[in-house]
């Protein structure tokens, strides 16, 4: 999320967005940053995931491997613990996996505005689509944190900014494209799944942003609906 200098409202199209998926969060108790040998409460469930043997046990070799998804996806401490956030991120990618190319089974992202991009607060996932046609993705997302959180309701595409720094918080958000205040799509460089979470944006990959940036235009709309875990 960032700061908006200059703001065109347009009122035009309807887009959407989206791609691949990949999931990751993780628990640990307050410890040194070195690798425990204590199995956390998902012991069993974190094994699963990471197509470890499913005995329940920490092992030396459980806990590189559960380091080693903590490392990759930003959740700290990074010790190899087997607690809530490390499997509620991994519990968060089986349901983005399970959702395949039919994200808007349920029907919340409006069907009647021709091509629009959904925002799905609860699964983190975005996608493009046109009426019942799926366009693009479904990709993962990161969105806004516990009191930052994505504003949802019906919006639109009003400015875009291939360069844009926020003077909020002196960061890069390339592939701007705002559709609420100072909430926009643009990318970041950090895992999807790393927490707690934005300022209110809805961050993506490189990959992703620049393909919203090709399909969408001033004057798209966007819709954003559920509730982010943990918000």
């Known amino acids: ?77 990074d010790i190899g613990y087997a607690g809530p956030v490390t499997w509620g991120v991994m519990d968060l990618m089986n349901k983005q996996k399970a959702v395949g190319s039919n994200p808007n089974k ?5 069907v009647n505005k021709g091509r629009i991009a959904c925002v799905n607060l609860t699964l983190q996932l975005s996608w493009i689509q046109d009426g019942k046609k799926l366009v693009y993705g479904p990709v993962p997302v ?17 400015w875009r900014d291939i360069d844009h720094v926020s003077s909020l918080y002196n960061v890069p958000m390339p592939y701007s494209q705002f559709f609420d205040g100072g909430q926009a799509f643009h990318s970041v460089n950090l895992s999807m799944w790393n927490p707690p979470g934005s300022h209110g944006c809805v961050n993506m990959t490189t990959t992703v942003a620049k393909k919203y940036w090709s399909l969408l235009k001033n004057g798209d709309d966007v819709y954003v609906y559920g509730r982010k875990p943990g918000t």
């Open 142 to 158: 990161r969105t806004g944190r516990n009191g930052y959180e994505t504003r949802t309701g019906l919006k639109k595409i009003y």
């Open 1 to 77: 999320m960032g700061d908006i200098r200059r703001r065109s409202v347009v009122v035009l199209g309807v887009t959407g967005l989206i791609a691949p998926l990949t999931l990751a969060f993780t628990a640990a108790p307050a410890q040194a940053a070195s690798c425990t040998t204590q199995a956390g409460p998902y012991q069993k469930q974190v094994e699963k995931f990471l197509g470890r043997p499913v005995d329940g046990k920490q092992s030396a070799t459980d806990c590189k491997a559960i380091r080693a998804f903590q490392t990759k996806h930003g959740i700290t401490p």
């Open 106 to 110: 349920a029907g919340k992202c409006p």
